[in-house]
């Protein structure tokens, strides 16, 4: 089974724009992001899918692997599934760019996933981590899924779910992390097939998925990464890794 990972890489960013040429430790968190990719050896190849000759370049300059966007996308899945459609892999790990420091042990468990897979449930795999607080759970920004007995999602949405009619019935929350690992052929039927009502409404693609008919392994994880998504997050990012 050929493995992949596969970096999309938006230079512009409505919170932070050019975040992933932002410096942290002497680098750009884009070149950060794909040397971890690497060092993790859980992949055959690593590459960055981009919009920006910035970034193009930037990859190429260091001796990794680029890819330039030839279409504009809504989606990072769209803009993977572009970039490898010609390419033979059987399965394909989108990294987060944003997140330079790349965590092996939770990647690892969403591969072992397919590994095991041998009647070929899964369309692809994904990973949720337990909410606890109200807050949290309330949260907007924070993505839940609720699945059925064996881990299969069931759906996602920035709403709270299960609607807590019942505090007291003991239902357990998680939060989605946005790390995926997809069968080839899941990704190029996403990017074929067209948006429908759910994905539009809740702005989640994975519901593109679930509403086409295919099957989201979810793996639990108690590493939520570090994402730099502001300028407060970056410095945050640079205090990291200069304790490490």
Request: charged share 30%; hydrophobic share 40%; no cysteine.
């Given at each position: ?13 409505t ?16 070149s ?29 300059s ?109 239902a ?55 994402g ?17």
């Amino acid at each position: 089974m050929k493995i992949i990972a596969v970096i999309p890489a938006r230079y512009e960013s409505t919170r932070f724009p050019a975040k992933l040429m932002q410096d942290l430790g002497g680098k750009p968190v884009i070149s950060r992001t794909y040397e971890a990719a690497v060092k993790t050896n859980l992949f055959e190849d690593v590459f960055v899918v981009t919009d920006s000759d910035i970034i193009y370049k930037e990859i190429l300059s260091t001796g990794g692997k680029a890819i330039m966007s030839i279409k504009e996308h809504e989606s990072g899945s769209d803009r993977i599934a572009e970039a490898i459609e010609t390419l033979d892999v059987d399965v394909v790990v989108n990294v987060q760019g944003d997140e330079p420091f790349i965590n092996k042990e939770p990647l690892a468990d969403l591969l072992q996933v397919f590994k095991g897979d041998t009647a070929h449930e899964i369309d692809l795999a994904s990973l949720m981590m337990p909410l606890s607080e109200w807050e949290d759970i309330e949260n907007p920004n924070n993505v839940k899924v609720i699945t059925d007995q064996r881990n299969f999602a069931l759906y996602f949405s920035r709403s709270v779910i299960p609607y807590p009619r019942d505090k007291k019935a003991g239902a357990q929350y998680y939060r989605h992390i946005g790390i995926y690992a997809f069968r080839k052929h899941a990704l190029m039927d996403f990017y074929h097939l067209p948006m429908k009502s759910l994905e539009a409404t809740e702005k989640l693609e994975q519901l593109r998925y679930l509403e086409y008919g295919k099957r989201i392994k979810m793996v639990l994880t108690s590493h939520a990464g570090i994402g730099i998504d502001t300028p407060e997050d970056l410095e945050k990012a640079r205090k990291f890794l200069e304790k490490k």
